[in-house]
């Protein structure tokens, strides 16, 4: 076994990332992770705000040495931002784009531009309109990338959630 440099790591995580973004292109599905990869915990909250609406939060519990992107990234050519769709199938319907608790913004060496990230948790918030008294859901597709702390990157990660409006 050997090390690699930051040269190296840096070399490795571009050329993971550049197979991924050629995945998506081709309309292939995203990577799916090592069972021993770390990976973030997702739940998710149902505020009600007023009749027929609601703001439905994604949490992620990201793993110590680990962070997630945000879904705007201030930067260009950098790793992919999260994206979270709501899908066909849905009962309640999105209102506006999606908003996030406030990230980390700070200049990362592997891609050599600014990006925003979440450490240990990040909340993303979707408001819904929905019909008041019929059975409603949720259907959303969760798409992130995660980075560790010491350069590591894993390719983009999907996850379908269907989150019940009570």
């Keep these: 076994m ?9 070399m490795a995580c571009i050329a993971v990332l550049s197979l991924a973004v050629s ?6 599905q995203p990577v799916t992770p090592a069972p021993s990869e ?16 609601a703001e439905v939060q994604f949490i992620a519990d990201i793993p110590a040495g680990w962070h997630i992107y945000s879904v705007s990234m201030p930067g260009t050519n950098g790793p992919l931002p999260t994206n ?13 784009n999606v908003s996030e608790s406030k990230p980390k913004t700070v200049y ?9 990230y979440f ?18 859901k949720v259907n959303a597709t969760v798409e992130f990338m995660m980075m560790g ?18």
Excluded: H, R
């Excluded at 050997?2 to 840096?10: D, E, M, N, Q």
């Excluded at 240990?120 to 059975?135: H, L, V, W």
């Design 119 to 136: 450490e240990n948790q990040a909340i993303f918030k979707q408001k819904i309109k929905y019909t008041e008294g019929q059975p409603q």
């Design 84 to 96: 979270i769709t709501i899908t066909p199938g849905s009962t309640a319907q999105p209102v506006g």
């Design 38 to 53: 770390p990976q973030p915990t997702w739940s998710t909250k149902v505020i009600k705000l007023a009749d027929g609406e």
């Design 23 to 28: 995945t998506q292109a081709s309309a292939q």
């Design 2 to 10: 050997f090390s690699l440099t930051k040269v190296a790591k840096s």
């Design 108 to 116: 990362e060496n592997t891609f050599k531009t600014t990006v925003s």
């Design 149 to 166: 702390n010491a350069g590591q990157c894993q390719a983009p990660s999907e996850l379908d959630i269907i989150v019940p409006i009570q």
